[in-house]
């Protein structure tokens, strides 16, 4: 792992300590509160920290995860070099735009 | 008795077993040199100075990498008096239990192991107080001998040949630390890359097996944060 990459990793995961301990309890919340769908729905609609939160979560999780896939990568198989990180790069394209197409279904919902 | 089985052959090849009589005080060492000696000439293994100085002698004892001089028999067999010696993992075997170290100190050059002066013969003895915290830093990782007890514990190693690994990136972290040196940026820069200081999964057992007690894991660390903080500030020190 290279310097940058070391950075990019720890400093996403930061962010992810304090968004994934947000969505689990928001989860707990949601869970044993016992909304239904239509309730969590109407949290969501056009609730702009919602949003935030989950764009921030989404884009620390696209840029950690593919770094922490190439390290994986590069340990358990030769696979190595500029093609290696046009994969986990576009992993992490992939995680961006689902994520991000998550969280604003339920913004617009 | 103790019921010694030995690696035979290179990177393939078989355990052989013998029987070596159990003495006082005898060492891993004695052991080897026992069988080479009185009971087969042909084993290949590989010692200088005996006392724990040259770092040649290191083996796999029992599973675990040890220097074989100054491991007593005594510590390392139960009561079964079964011993199991093999080369130092993750290197390539010339021969039984004698491994190639060529890669291994290719990775201290790489790593820019290599003290490098500012200074000419025409200047003064450079004063560097023992105390202060570099050269404590520096001390703390300067009694390596390279025994490559280290490289074979560690899995990243084992994972990824052309990691540096701990005994290299020790070496670095001590000339970093040397106030005299004068590589710098280039001596980070070295130990920067996907082969470098970041991808040390801090698992310890280079500081759990090292013979000496030195702690190459926060060597590692040290570089980590050297390494980082010149990437975000351009600074080396």
Redesign the interface.
């Known amino acids: ?7 990019a990793q720890r400093a996403t995961a930061v962010v992810l300590a304090f968004a994934v301990t947000i969505h689990l309890a928001t989860i707990v919340y949601a869970a044993r509160g016992g909304l239904t769908a239509a309730e969590i729905l109407a949290r969501t609609r056009g609730n702009g920290w919602f949003l935030a939160l989950y764009l921030v979560f989404v884009a620390a999780v696209a840029i950690h995860a593919p770094i922490g896939l190439r ?1 994986i990568v ?3 198989s030769a696979w190595r070099g500029r093609s290696l990180d046009l994969a986990v790069a576009g992993f992490g394209a992939l995680l961006l735009a689902m994520g991000m197409g998550a969280a604003l279904v339920l913004f617009l919902a | 008795m103790l019921q010694v089985e030995v690696w035979r052959g290179t990177d393939r090849g078989r355990f052989q077993s013998f029987a070596v009589p159990r003495r006082e005080h005898q060492t891993i060492l004695d052991v080897v040199t026992e069988i080479q000696r009185e009971q087969d000439a042909t084993l290949a293994y590989r010692f200088a100075c005996r006392v724990g100085m040259c770092g040649s002698c290191a083996m796999v004892v029992n599973g675990r990498p040890r220097w074989t001089c100054r491991t007593r028999v005594s510590d390392v067999v139960g009561d079964d008096n079964r011993l199991r010696l093999e080369p130092l993992h993750n290197f390539a075997v010339v021969k039984d239990l004698a491994v190639e170290m060529t890669r291994f100190f290719d990775k201290w050059r790489d790593a820019e192991g290599s003290f490098q002066s500012a200074r000419t013969r025409d200047d003064d003895f450079a004063i560097v107080p023992p105390s202060s915290p570099r050269r404590q830093a520096a001390d703390a990782g300067i009694e390596c001998i390279g025994c490559g007890v280290c490289y074979s514990a560690c899995d ?1 190693v084992s ?2 040949a052309s990691y540096l690994g701990p005994a290299a990136l020790n070496r670095t972290w001590t000339l970093v630390n040397d106030v005299r040196d004068a590589a710098g940026a280039a001596r980070l820069d070295a130990v ?3 082969n ?1 200081c ?2 040390c999964h801090v698992h310890m057992s280079c500081t759990t097996f090292c013979p000496k007690g030195l702690g190459p894991t926060y060597a590692i660390a040290g570089l ?1 944060r050297a ?2 903080a ?3 500030t351009g600074r080396t020190g």
Do not use: N
Request: glycine share 8%.
């Open positions: 792992m290279t310097a940058a990459l070391f950075i390290t590069r340990e358990w | 990243v994972w990824d920067a890359g996907d470098g970041h991808s980590k390494v980082t010149r990437a975000l």
